[in-house]
């Protein structure tokens, strides 16, 4: 997940993807999944544009909140949408 600070549009391809999943099976949780990504590539798109971070951002301990939310909705969103 590294790899979405230095490219944040990525994220919006995970967004796209759950959106994808709602879309087959309407599930709520895979709607949340969509929006929590898309907001989470916003979020990561203003830090890489020194948005919301106007000095030295080496250290985003705000990422370890972020990254297991992330993995844990995103885990729920494929269990649940898989059926």
Sequence with gaps: MIVMIAY?????????????LWWRGRRRVAALAAGVWALYMVYEYLMYARVLCSGECNIRVDLLLVYPALLVLSVWAVWKGRG
């Design 8 to 20: 944040p549009w990525l994220a919006g391809v995970v967004a796209a993807c759950f959106a994808g």
